[in-house]
């Protein structure tokens, strides 16, 4: 988290945060998780808050866990959705924003096909504003929660090893993972095909492998990702086909004590064996209730930390 104006903080990217940082969205997650185990409870820290989220690009799990989160802190929520807004009669996102804002809005969570557009409204608004993905960029509350996952299973996080295997070119998950791992003290597998590897990241130090077994073998957890064809010109493989073939993580691939996480939406049967669906091994519905606990952490530090 860092200030862009004065006596207000953004989160951005995992780029801002110190590891001290992290370690305290964490410490607050676990203290949300009691209160999302009790239903009845409801925390009051951001009543009388506000809360819009701006989402220009699908989304299931982000927008309504974000809403979930802010209405367990007791804020209230407005959410805009580009299609049926005035964007239509060609208003430009900042003035769409300001209007927004003058409504008496405390928070903006954006979600946007351009890569820094979260950047841009932070810079000229003058309240939080939360990155819930720009582009291929980074999408930092989600390496939160898939961190948090494995946070809660080991109980620690220093030394273990995490393979992230797909589409690490257009993922902005795996972005974010590239900067928290340092920080926390994960270590870092890469698989992908040669042409999903973004040739600056064969000098980060990571191993990359273009063989899944291999990057499988010895790991504590796998973080598969989703072939992002909204993003792709062209297959990354001759086909898809032959990309399922050689690169699907396949149910006989995991050991018992692996765990599996994918940020969703899942293509069954494209990165993920459909026998998967059941496997022990899975924590990624875990990803999700973890993500309600990681976005109450985040809307509370930036608006009451
Ligand atoms: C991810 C995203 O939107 O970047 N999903 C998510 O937020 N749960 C990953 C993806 O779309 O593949």
Not at 217 to 240: H, I, K, N
Request: glycine residues 6%.
């Amino acid at each position: 988290m860092r200030p862009t104006q004065s006596k207000k903080l953004d989160l951005l990217g995992i780029r801002d945060l110190s590891s001290a940082q992290i370690h305290e969205l964490y410490a607050l997650a676990d203290r949300f998780m009691e209160v999302l185990q009790q239903p009845t409870r409801k925390a009051a820290a951001l009543a009388g808050s506000t809360i819009a989220l701006l989402f220009f690009e699908s989304s299931t799990r982000t927008k309504l866990s974000f809403e979930l989160a802010a209405k367990r802190l007791g804020a209230d929520v407005l959410s805009f959705s580009a299609s049926g807004s005035s964007l239509d009669k060609g208003e430009s996102l900042l003035d769409t924003a300001r209007n927004i804002l003058a409504m008496g809005v405390d928070a903006f969570v954006v979600r946007h096909k351009g890569v820094g557009t979260a950047h841009f409204l932070a810079r000229h608004l003058p309240v939080p504003v939360i990155n819930a993905g720009d582009g291929t960029h980074e999408h930092p509350t989600q390496a939160l929660l898939d961190t948090y996952t494995l946070l809660r299973k080991f109980g620690r996080l220093e030394g273990l090893t995490l393979t992230i295997i797909g589409d690490l070119f257009h993922s902005r998950v795996a972005l974010s993972h590239l900067h928290l791992a340092p920080k926390v003290g994960l270590r870092l597998r890469l698989c992908a095909p040669p042409t999903l590897v973004p040739p600056l990241w064969y000098r980060l130090g990571w191993p990359v492998y273009h063989e899944v077994q291999a990057a499988l073998e010895g790991a504590d957890a796998l973080l598969v990702l989703r072939m992002q064809r909204e993003r792709q010109a062209f297959p990354p493989l001759a086909s898809w086909q032959e990309y399922s073939r050689f690169y699907q993580v396949r149910a006989e691939y995991l050991c018992e004590n692996q765990v599996l996480l994918h940020p969703g939406p899942i293509n069954w049967g494209v990165e993920l064996d459909p026998r998967l669906q059941t496997a022990a091994q899975s924590r990624i519905l875990d990803q999700v209730t973890h993500g309600v606990a990681i976005r109450m952490a985040v809307l509370y530090a930036l608006l009451r930390g």
